[in-house]
């Protein structure tokens, strides 16, 4: 059973499109993460939301968009792709109510590629 | 701003040698220090550190935080090839419910 999985696992696709990632955890957390990992693999947080509500918005371009249809799921929407969006991007989830909201657990990330 | 530095940035070593790697943080109302082994796709869990001196072991990896000197060490003894991976520190603080990443230590296991 996977913990936390995301679809697809891969994206190619052209500069203008939008398109869209999904995430669901089976682990029972209340909190949900997007992760960007660049080329040179740094990883870095761009939302996370509780129980369906947005508490951490990075300096992001508004063309994303994070939803959470329950606390299980949290997807990432992307309009006008550019070339620079190309990167991994991975969702990750932690059990905040339990005062543990940094172990956090990844799934198995999206390569994005912009053409 | 929150930083994490890591060294090496890559290592190469060969099977059976014991490696230390390094973290460093400069993070405002530190919490905690977390270490992070990335195979090919996800980053997957190894230690959270919060406690100053206390050793965390699983195995053949161990890890242990230095409050005083900002840093973390994660040594990997008897190294063995299924140990080549790219291994992340990360460290958090009580308010903004973030993690701050470093760059990585690329660590190749030469059979």
């Known amino acids: 059973d996977t913990a936390v999985s995301q679809t697809p696992k891969y994206l190619v696709t052209q500069m203008g499109n939008d398109k869209s990632i999904k995430c669901e955890q089976n682990?029972?957390?209340?909190?949900m993460y997007w992760y960007k990992q660049d080329s040179k693999k740094f990883l870095k947080i761009m939302f996370s939301?509780?129980?369906?509500?947005?508490?951490i918005n990075e300096t992001v371009p508004n063309r994303f968009s994070p939803k959470s249809p329950d606390k299980a799921h949290l997807n990432l929407h992307i309009n006008s792709l550019e070339l620079g969006d190309s990167a991994v991007y991975f969702c990750?989830?932690?059990?905040?109510?339990?005062?543990?909201?940094?172990?956090?657990?990844f799934g198995p990330g999206t390569r994005l590629t912009v053409l | 701003e929150d930083k994490v530095v890591q060294s090496p940035l890559s290592l190469v070593v060969h099977e059976g040698d014991t490696v230390t790697l390094n973290c460093s943080y400069e993070?405002?109302?530190?919490?905690?220090l977390l270490w992070y082994k990335q195979e090919k796709k996800a980053p997957t869990f190894l230690f959270m550190l919060?406690?100053?001196?206390i050793e965390k072991k699983s195995g053949r990896l161990s890890s242990i935080l230095d409050k005083k000197e900002l840093s973390s060490i994660l040594n990997i003894t008897a190294t063995q090839t299924g140990d080549s991976a790219i291994y992340l520190c990360?460290?958090?603080?009580?308010?903004?419910?973030?993690?701050?990443f470093g760059t990585g230590t690329r660590l190749t296991i030469i059979p």
């Open positions: 939301y509780n129980n369906k509500e947005l508490i």
């Open positions: 990750a989830s932690s059990h905040r109510a339990g005062g543990a909201w940094d172990e956090q657990f």
């Open positions: 682990l029972g957390h209340d909190t």
């Open positions: 993070v405002t109302n530190f919490r905690s």
């Open positions: 990360a460290a958090s603080n009580f308010g903004n419910e973030k993690l701050t």
């Open positions: 919060t406690s100053s001196g």
